[in-house]
């Protein structure tokens, strides 16, 4: 089988429900690598909240033999992308593991945004895109259209697109001869020393990693001594072999070209991080694969437990989440509001919600978040210079002599006529407008400094919001800049509560601290007496609303009859205060922490 | 019947007439208008009374109240069936209080001196309202000037103890409109009067149809203008929502806030005897043949006692006097005080040496008090177990 011209590396593009996993599913149905009884619906998403979200989080990839109309048959293999910008790199290095790409389009729908940047993404690593119209079954498909449209806006051939419908099974025989015919087959050195590019990992509990890998040049096979080209870290292969859609196959060997696995019980994921290479030790190779970037937490935020009793419970989640996924990173802290928890660094929001929900679902914890924030650099008047991510650690400002933020390099692909609605909407951002090129007639990138605070919170939404889901979004991290910061603490009752202050632009401060003292009014019930809510900077308060004091809670008649449906009132009243937090003489609901959190999103 | 036992306690006897003329869309008390089932009904609850007449031979009844559902409308032949009754098989007190309610449409001359003559020595009549678009907003089937009507022939019966209901925040209610009914409704000169809050109960008609009603704040101005009026018109405030003339309170009533025993007979009534509570199913039916509905049959546990007492008490005027906590559970009231003393200064609660109550703003927010109370002092409990 491991004749390269019979292989095929290729991975999927495309939007949200454009029907990349119902495709995938048909691929290996043909392919017959999976009996239809065995067959879960989309089986390579295989987390419950992938499934839900229709979203895929992380990678997976799978080997299936198709024999061709030509009478041979050829190794395909199938690596799926995540589909978001938090996970950008993570797609980059998917597609840098591929030769080709199958670009789907919904044949209702059209061209969407994340399909166009990851289209790019893929024409960028030389990639051959092959296009595919799904959804023909449906009574708005308008194929001729989508097809022009595809060779419009992204300018490749798209005449001989099959129309399929993944749906219902039809067609799907000539996307995989259009794989077979168009997807050039890997080249590499079998002789060569080892060179394999790592593009996901996954944490086994009986076998330890599982590090999932394309080989470039040479060979891999139980026994070899690795090393990881960026980590240093070195290891004795035990098993290696190609991924099936329901288990592991393992093989004596694996050689250039091939897409497969290697176990050599690696304890930790953070020790295979994607993007890096893997090599012979013995014989290693002078040059590691290029594109290489250690994943880097952009985004803090603390993580508590809405039960502060459930605080171990919380840390032997993060743990296990951990195994999975190197680009987690925790350490305990405590709020006085909140309790005891875990500050949590991420690659960005949806990385951060998707760990947030996984807490929840998978562990079955109820949290509460405070508000996320970038790594702030503070240059103290002592000459020292901190990095500070958490508000509470931010120093006194007589001690700051320079405060600087993170910023990144934004560039935003979209069609021209959104260019207008991008424009103001940076410069609000405080971006700063780098220039705009041209790709073609109609497409425009746009590159923008922008400060990462900014970045992380809702703009890729905004964006997409303003662009009708054109755009796309990439970012990385660019440098530190001196910035005009203030802490702005909250006060309930003249009390501060440190699970809500934040660090913030000052230009930014007023607006949001009064957004935020407005969904503490709204979400904050009302008390037997009074409660201010204010922001201040330093002791000046900038913004302040009023819980006013509860006037009516009274049962009007408590005879006989009444005085046990009071008595179970009052339990449930109860009950209802157990999901408060006392802070200091105000009941604070969990759900008002959650609405400060969603502040952006409206 | 005229030797006192050696053992007599005190008890309070109700008795639920569940029928109605007509449903009104605010209520939920168990009640029909099913006229058909009257008289079998009658003759159940007099074997009721038979079978605990038994049972409460060590009792010395001290107050009866008959109460609906509307009693008025069984008639003076039925209710003075059951007065009789009453008398036969329990020891009443010769000073006991009997209480009938009573409604506007169905108060005559022949009903009122048929009570007259059984014993009844007081009235409770449900008025609710002096505006008529109100009244009918809620579902009454009595306009204002009727109800004025039944309270003149009642007096002129001779009696002497009548008690009027009224309610406030209802839909469309505006606070001037509502001190205009309780302006009229003072110049019946009851003795008595019961005023209560609209609560939309979900399973009623006004509760399905879930209409607007005046807000919280405007209900709160509501109640405390109605408190001072009233107060300027000689009337105590003696619970959260009654208010009587110097020794008019309703000694049946008072019974349920201070933890004394009570026998209710009927569906939908309950009792609180020998430290256990109790009812009689919602069932009409199952009530007439006889079977055994008693339901939700709970001994309180000694803590929860405790809260009951504290819940019931912080209802009335007096409060609760930490004196009489501690002799009453032997325990220490410090956690309690503690909590009234962190309320104080609010105007929400105030104090006479140990005595702690509740002020008329206080009783607004009654339940968030109380709960806060119960909990400073049993901050460990699980009132579920």
């Known amino acids: 089988m491991s004749n390269r011209n019979h292989i095929r590396n290729f991975s999927i593009i495309a939007h949200i429900d454009h029907g990349k996993s119902t495709l995938a599913d048909r691929l290996l149905e043909q392919c017959e690598a999976v009996s239809q009884r065995e067959m879960e ?28 109309d030509d009478g041979e048959v050829y190794e395909m293999n199938l690596i799926d992308t995540p589909g978001h910008v938090d996970f950008n790199y993570e797609v980059s290095r998917s597609l840098a593991a591929c030769e080709g790409a199958l670009l789907v389009v919904d044949a209702a729908q059209g061209i969407e945004a994340q399909t166009l ?10 990639l051959e895109v092959v296009p595919v119209v799904n959804k023909i079954d449906l009574p708005a498909a308008d194929p001729a259209r989508v097809k022009q449209e595809i060779e419009d806006i992204i300018g490749i051939p798209a005449e001989d697109a099959p129309e399929i419908s993944a749906k219902m099974g039809i067609n799907i025989r000539a996307v995989l001869e ?6 050039p087959s890997p080249e590499g050195d079998e002789g060569a020393p080892l060179r394999a590019l790592i593009f996901d990992s996954q944490y086994d509990p009986y076998k330890g990693v599982i590090v999932y890998m394309r080989l470039m040049d040479g060979r891999i096979a139980p026994g070899m001594k690795v090393r990881m080209m960026a980590t240093g870290a070195e290891f004795q292969v ?27 019980s690696i304890k930790n994921v953070a020790d295979t991080h994607v993007g890096d290479t893997v090599t012979e030790a013995e014989r290693p190779t002078t040059e590691a694969l290029p594109g290489y970037r250690p994943a880097q937490p952009m985004v803090y935020c603390g993580i508590y437990t809405e039960d502060g009793s459930k605080y171990p419970d919380l840390r032997d989640a993060l743990e296990k989440l951990q195994l999975n996924d190197a680009a987690l990173s925790f350490e305990p802290e405590s709020s006085v509001a909140l309790g005891f928890g875990f500050r949590c660094g991420f690659l960005g929001m949806l990385h951060m919600e998707v760990i947030q929900e996984r807490l929840e679902r998978e562990f079955d914890l109820d949290l509460v978040t405070t508000l996320p924030s970038v790594i702030y650099q503070i240059v103290k008047t002592d000459g020292t210079t901190v990095f500070c991510d958490n508000p509470h650690d931010y120093p006194d400002p007589v001690l700051i002599e320079e405060a600087r933020e993170p910023f990144v390099n934004a560039s935003i692909m979209t069609p ?10 940076c410069q609000d951002r405080r971006g700063i407008f780098k220039d705009m090129k041209y790709l073609d007639s109609s497409l425009v990138e746009l590159h923008y400094e922008m400060p990462t605070n900014e970045i992380i919170y809702d703009f890729f939404d905004a964006l997409k919001a303003r662009t009708k889901g054109y755009a796309s979004l990439d970012y990385e991290m660019s440098d530190y800049r001196k910035s005009d910061l203030v ?13 809500l202050s934040f660090i913030a632009h000052r230009e930014k401060a007023y607006g949001r601290a009064r957004r935020i003292c407005e969904k503490l009014k709204e979400n904050i019930p009302r008390q037997l007496f009074e409660v201010p809510i204010q922001a201040a900077i330093g002791g000046k308060v900038i913004a302040r609303e009023t819980v006013k004091a509860m006037r009516k809670d009274v049962l009007a008649k408590c005879y006989g009859g009444d005085i046990t449906r009071k008595k179970k009132l009052l339990e449930k009243q109860k009950e209802g205060k157990k999901k408060m937090r006392s802070l200091g003489t105000v009941q604070v609901p969990t759900e008002a922490f959650m609405a400060v959190l969603k502040l952006d999103e409206e | 019947m005229s030797r006192i036992s050696y053992n007599s306690k005190a008890l309070g006897l109700y008795l639920h007439i569940p029928f109605c003329a007509s449903k009104c869309g605010y209520c939920d008390f168990y009640s029909l208008t099913d006229d058909a089932r009257r008289k079998d009904y009658v003759a159940a609850l007099l074997q009721h009374l038979r079978e605990y007449g038994k049972v409460c031979s060590g009792y010395t009844v001290d107050t009866v109240y008959l109460g609906g559902g509307t009693p008025s409308c069984l008639g003076p032949k039925y209710l003075t069936r059951i007065l009789n009754e009453v008398k036969g098989c329990f020891r009443l007190a010769e000073d006991a209080e009997i209480t009938v309610e009573c409604n506007p449409e169905s108060t005559d001359k022949k009903l009122l001196d048929a009570l007259k003559k059984s014993g009844v020595n007081r009235l409770s009549l449900g008025v609710q309202s002096a505006d008529d678009n109100e ?4 579902g009454r089937i009595h306009t204002f000037e009727e109800a004025k009507a039944a309270v003149e022939l009642a007096r002129e019966r001779g009696f002497d103890n009548i008690s009027l209901d009224l309610m406030y925040g209802l839909p469309e209610q505006t606070k001037q409109g509502f001190l205009h009914s309780v302006r009229q409704v003072l110049d019946l000169m009851p003795e008595h009067l019961s005023c209560y809050g609209l609560k939309l109960e979900p399973t009623t008609k006004m509760g399905r149809e879930n209409p607007v009603l005046p807000e919280d704040d405007e209900q709160a101005e509501m109640y405390l203008a109605m408190c001072e009026m009233l107060r300027e018109s000689g009337f105590e405030h003696y619970e959260i929502s009654n208010f009587a003339k110097p020794g008019r309170r309703s000694r049946h009533n008072c019974k349920y806030w201070d933890l004394s025993e009570y026998l209710g007979l009927g569906p939908g009534a309950h009792s609180y005897m020998n430290g256990r509570r109790f009812e009689f199913a919602r069932d009409l039916k199952a009530y007439i043949g006889g079977e055994n509905i008693v339901q939700d049959e709970d001994e309180v546990a000694t803590y929860q006692r405790q809260g009951e007492y504290l819940m019931l008490r912080l209802r009335t005027a007096e409060g609760i006097d930490f004196i009489d906590l501690e002799k009453r559970y032997n325990i220490d009231s410090t956690p309690y005080e503690e909590a009234f003393r962190a309320l104080l200064g609010r105007g929400l609660v105030a104090h006479q040496g140990t005595r702690w109550f509740l002020t008329e703003e206080g009783f607004l927010v009654s339940n968030s008090i109380i709960n806060c109370i119960i909990e400073a002092g049993q901050p460990n409990i699980d009132t579920n177990t």
């Open chain 1, 416 to 425: 021209q006529e959104f260019v207008g609605n991008i424009m103001p909407m």
């Open chain 1, 487 to 499: 802490k702005v603490d909250m006060l309930l009752n003249s009390e501060q509560v440190d699970a």
């Open chain 1, 178 to 183: 259009r794989i077979v015919k168009e997807i």
């Open chain 1, 117 to 126: 940047g990851n289209t790019y993404l893929a024409l960028d690593h030389d």
């Open chain 2, 135 to 138: 009244l009918a907003r809620i």
């Open chain 1, 41 to 68: 619906e989309q089986l390579l998403d295989n987390m419950d909240l992938e499934r839900e979200r229709g979203i895929t989080i992380k990678a997976r990839a799978v080997r299936m033999e198709y024999k061709a």
């Open chain 1, 238 to 264: 035990i098993e290696c072999g190609y991924m099936q859609p329901l288990g592991l196959s393992p093989q004596k060997g694996l050689s250039a070209g091939e897409v497969g696995y290697f176990t050599a």
